[in-house]
């Protein structure tokens, strides 16, 4: 997904840092050559977005910010610590609440431990190799073995979107030919509808996916879907090439929480930014894909969803995605 400008990054900084009340305000003086960063330059170093930590801090508590006089949150060595511990945990397959969960007791999880990070990335060959060599069975025999070894969005994050992007650049190169494209494109394409039966079902809060006009590329979307389906969402998915009036035909009438637009072509939502903002007028609606930036969300009073499929579902359904205003 696009990526946020560097002003925009500061701007979040900026705003989550001053998000404190007065009585939550300690006043304390800190020594500057104590350590202490503040949430930008820990994401510099971690490389974790600033709302994904903001949401590992407010969720879990995995974040034990100190304060200034003035209200901003500091984070200390400890803090960037249990935040690279966190993603070797995730990495290896575990949910996020249960690797908090470990890192904050100390003491292990009752839950099944997670295969060797090695047994995942041999099965991510055994994959791409089957794909390759157009074995629908192999692939689907690799991807069943992931499916039951790891979390969802494990497999999603660690080997399928990771697949996806270099299909992608080994097609561009002629690395791969279009039938071996499509064929790989299609068969994750129905393991993913496979994922994503029945989420539309539930009580949870409402979000309507929908390719913009013209577009055609969806799978970034429905890994987005099934893993916000996943933290207890309600998933309206209208596909591709689907028409702004028919998305807010569908939002009149659902309500939803969130509207997710999608496409890969930066023209394709500078062309429909008129009928964009519009819709951003009946509730809030959230840019996904390569062709979504921060200027085209100014414009349109939208948001952007720069993280990969996986981390932006769990920002939006921890209610951590809002509108760049």
Do not use: K
């Not at 028409?243 to 999608?262: E, Y």
Request: some cysteine; aromatic content about 6%; glycine content about 8%.
């Amino acid at each position: 997904m696009a990526r946020l400008s560097r002003v925009c990054t500061a701007i979040v900084d900026c705003l989550y840092n001053r998000e404190v009340s007065e009585q939550e305000r300690p006043q304390t003086t800190l020594n500057p050559d104590a350590g202490y960063v503040r949430i930008g330059e820990l994401a510099r170093r971690t490389g974790v977005s600033p709302e994904l930590l903001r949401a590992w801090e407010q969720r879990y508590g995995l974040l034990r910010p100190t304060r200034t006089a003035g209200g901003f949150r500091l984070y200390s060595a400890a803090d960037e610590a249990r935040v690279r511990r966190m993603q070797r945990h995730v990495s290896d397959g575990l949910a996020a609440a249960q690797a908090a969960q470990l890192i904050l007791s100390g003491e292990p999880v009752e839950t099944t431990a997670p295969p060797a990070a090695a047994l995942l990335d041999d099965e991510a060959d055994n994959l791409a190799d089957s794909l390759d060599g157009l074995d629908e069975q192999a692939a689907n025999s690799a991807l069943d073995r992931l499916f039951s070894a790891y979390t969802v969005e494990a497999v999603l994050q660690r080997v399928v979107i990771p697949y996806l992007q270099r299909l992608g650049q080994r097609w561009e190169t002629g690395e791969v030919s279009i039938a071996q494209e499509h064929f790989a494109s299609n068969l994750i394409r129905g393991r993913l509808l496979g994922l994503a039966q029945g989420w539309g079902q539930g009580r949870g809060p409402a979000a309507v996916l929908a390719c913009l006009p013209g577009e055609q590329h969806e799978l970034g979307l429905l890994v987005f879907g099934v893993a916000l389906r996943r933290r207890g969402w309600r998933i309206t998915y209208l596909g591709t090439n689907s028409p702004i009036d028919a998305v807010a035909h569908v939002t009149r009438s659902l309500l939803p929480a969130a509207v997710v637009l999608f496409s890969v072509d930066p023209g394709n939502f500078s062309g429909h930014a008129p009928e964009i903002a519009q819709l951003a007028e009946q509730t809030q609606v959230l840019l996904a894909g390569a062709g979504a930036t921060p200027e085209i969300a100014r414009r349109t009073q939208t948001h952007v969803l720069d993280q990969d499929p996986v981390s932006a579902a769990e920002l939006v359904g921890d209610g951590q995605a809002g509108p760049d205003r």
